[in-house]
């Protein structure tokens, strides 16, 4: 019975990991990333998690704030910048100067799965280790946790394709700072609104979350016009 159990959570855990996955995957139909690049980032994504683990250990030792302020560094410097900077740095190590990475919807691919290895880890260690008694954490997380781990790989894939495809190194450095710093503050305003307990706030949570659907579902489909342009244009020329 227990094993069954764990199975199920297995399942719940490891469910919206796959689907969001797939979804991304499918997107890019036109020029497709190599399956072993992809899968490489999406393991070292997962891997990221022990390094992050132990600097949040220690970031968390030096929060000495109580209150509101305890819950901003959390927030924005435990959670949120450990995480999207071991993110940002799997597709800068893997993927940023492959060959592969030729339009501007492949840093979105990487990005997203960076993230979503990242987010299985993660997801595993609270529905099957830390909640397994609660059903209901599973199902929160995949509707919320896990698709905002996605959303902010969009952004952080957009300003990496900013910054792979500039025309100067300081057009790239500046992008990719943006890389780094604006999925950082979105992930740090998602994780403050719910530990800071200000009842205001935990109202604007999902209209946040709409607005980070919004957002990152426009910049997606800015990529995914440009991919179809470019393979539109390449078959045009083969006709020639």
Same mark, same amino acid.
């Given at each position: 019975?227990?094993?069954?159990?764990? #199975?199920?959570?297995?399942?719940?855990? +490891?469910?919206?990991?796959?689907? +969001?996955?797939?979804?991304?995957?499918?997107?890019?139909?036109?020029?497709? %990333?190599?399956?072993?690049? #992809?899968?490489?980032?999406?393991?070292? =994504?997962?891997?990221?998690?022990?390094?992050?683990?132990?600097? %949040? $250990?220690? *970031?968390?030792? *030096?929060?000495?704030?109580? =209150?509101?302020? !305890?819950?901003?560094?959390? !927030?924005?410097?435990v959670a949120g910048f450990t995480e999207e900077f071991f993110k940002r740095e799997v597709v800068l190590l893997t993927a940023y100067r492959n060959r592969a990475f030729d339009e501007k919807l492949d840093g979105?691919?990487?990005?997203?799965?960076?993230?979503?290895?990242?987010?299985?880890? %993660?997801?595993?260690?609270? &529905?099957?280790?830390?909640?397994?008694?609660?059903?209901? &954490? =599973? +199902?929160?997380?995949?509707?919320?946790? &896990?698709?905002?781990?996605?959303?902010?790989?969009?952004?952080?894939?957009?300003?990496?394709?900013?910054?792979?495809?500039?025309?100067?190194?300081?057009? %790239?450095?500046?992008?990719? $700072?943006?890389?780094?710093?604006?999925?950082?503050?979105?992930? =740090?305003?998602?994780?403050?609104?719910?530990?800071?307990?200000?009842?205001? +706030?935990?109202?604007?949570?999902?209209?946040?979350? #709409?607005?980070?659907?919004?957002t990152n579902l426009r910049k997606l489909n800015h990529y995914y016009r440009d991919s179809k342009e470019k393979a539109s244009r390449h078959h045009s020329l083969k006709q020639i």
């Amino acid at each position: 019975m227990i094993v069954i159990t764990d #199975i199920r959570l297995i399942v719940i855990a +490891l469910t919206p990991v796959i689907a +969001l996955g797939l979804a991304v995957y499918f997107t890019d139909r036109y020029d497709k %990333e190599p399956l072993k690049l #992809i899968f490489k980032v999406f393991i070292l =994504g997962s891997l990221a998690v022990i390094p992050i683990v132990y600097i %949040e $250990r220690f *970031l968390t030792s *030096l929060n000495i704030f109580t =209150g509101a302020a !305890a819950a901003f560094f959390s !927030a924005f410097i435990v959670a949120g910048f450990t995480e999207e900077f071991f993110k940002r740095e799997v597709v800068l190590l893997t993927a940023y100067r492959n060959r592969a990475f030729d339009e501007k919807l492949d840093g979105i691919v990487y990005a997203v799965f960076a993230s979503l290895g990242f987010a299985m880890v %993660e997801n595993i260690m609270y &529905v099957v280790i830390n909640f397994s008694a609660n059903p209901y &954490v =599973g +199902l929160s997380r995949g509707i919320f946790s &896990v698709p905002t781990h996605v959303l902010l790989g969009v952004t952080m894939g957009y300003y990496l394709s900013l910054a792979k495809f500039s025309k100067d190194s300081k057009s %790239e450095k500046a992008n990719l $700072r943006k890389a780094l710093i604006v999925p950082l503050v979105l992930h =740090g305003f998602f994780d403050f609104i719910l530990m800071s307990q200000i009842p205001i +706030l935990l109202t604007a949570f999902i209209p946040y979350v #709409i607005y980070l659907w919004i957002t990152n579902l426009r910049k997606l489909n800015h990529y995914y016009r440009d991919s179809k342009e470019k393979a539109s244009r390449h078959h045009s020329l083969k006709q020639i």
